[in-house]
C-alpha cells in the first residue's frame, strides 16, 4: 500500500515586511559557497548554499512561521537545520527527499524581494512513481510547509533570469 502524505500547503505573506527584508539582506551579502548537491541517487548539478543556523533574520523569519507550521503539523515543532540554497540558470536540482522519517517537515521560503512568473525556478513535488504532484511558482514572501518525505526538486531559473533564485529551508522535527 502507498503511503500518502499531504501536498504542500503555501503561506502567502509569511512575515512582516521588515522580516522580509532583512532576511533577503542577509542573502544577499557574504557566506555562499559553491558544490550544494541534493540529496539523490542520480549526479546532481551544484549549486550554492548558505548556511544560517546562526542568523538573527532567519531566526525572526522562524518566531513568524513556528505558529503555522505546528498547526500544520499538529503538534510542536523543533528546527533542526536552516540554510539557504541559491541557483542560476542550468542549476536545477533532483528529485530527493529531504527526511525519511515520519514527523519531520520542511518549510521553504522565497525571501526575494521580485520574482517575475517568466522566470521560471518552480520547486516541484513528484509522487512515487515519479509523476509531477505540485507545483509552487517562485513569489516573495511566500512559504511552503510539507511532509519532509515528499519527493520535490527545484528548477532551475530560466535563460532570461540574471537573478539568483534563492529558497530557504528550514528542516524541521515534531518536538513532542
Keep these: 500500500m502507498e503511503l500518502r502524505l499531504t501536498p504542500p500547503r503555501i503561506i502567502e505573506d509569511l512575515a512582516p515586511a521588515a522580516i522580509h527584508e532583512a532576511v533577503w539582506k542577509t542573502c544577499t551579502g557574504k557566506g555562499w559557497y559553491y558544490g550544494n548537491v541534493s540529496v539523490s541517487e542520480r549526479p546532481n548539478v551544484p549549486f550554492w548554499k548558505m548556511d544560517l543556523d546562526e542568523d538573527a533574520a532567519t531566526a525572526a523569519l522562524w518566531g513568524c512561521a513556528k505558529q503555522r507550521c505546528e498547526a500544520l503539523?499538529?503538534?510542536?515543532?523543533?528546527?533542526?537545520?536552516?540554510?539557504?540554497?541559491?541557483?542560476?540558470?542550468?542549476?536545477?536540482?533532483?528529485?530527493?527527499?529531504?527526511?525519511?522519517?515520519?514527523?519531520?517537515?520542511?518549510?521553504?521560503?522565497?525571501?526575494?524581494?521580485?520574482?517575475?512568473?517568466?522566470w521560471e525556478g518552480e520547486t516541484v513535488w513528484v509522487n512515487r512513481k515519479g509523476d509531477l504532484a505540485s507545483v509552487v511558482r517562485p513569489v516573495p514572501n511566500r512559504g511552503v510547509f510539507f511532509d519532509s518525505r515528499i519527493p520535490h526538486y527545484g528548477r532551475a531559473p530560466s535563460r532570461i533570469c540574471a537573478a539568483l533564485r534563492v529558497t530557504i529551508a528550514f528542516k524541521l522535527e515534531s518536538a513532542g
Design 73 to 118: 503539523a499538529g503538534g510542536p515543532l523543533r528546527v533542526v537545520r536552516q540554510y539557504a540554497n541559491g541557483h542560476t540558470y542550468g542549476q536545477g536540482g533532483s528529485a530527493h527527499q529531504d527526511d525519511g522519517r515520519p514527523g519531520t517537515w520542511t518549510l521553504l521560503y522565497y525571501p526575494m524581494q521580485h520574482w517575475q512568473p517568466e
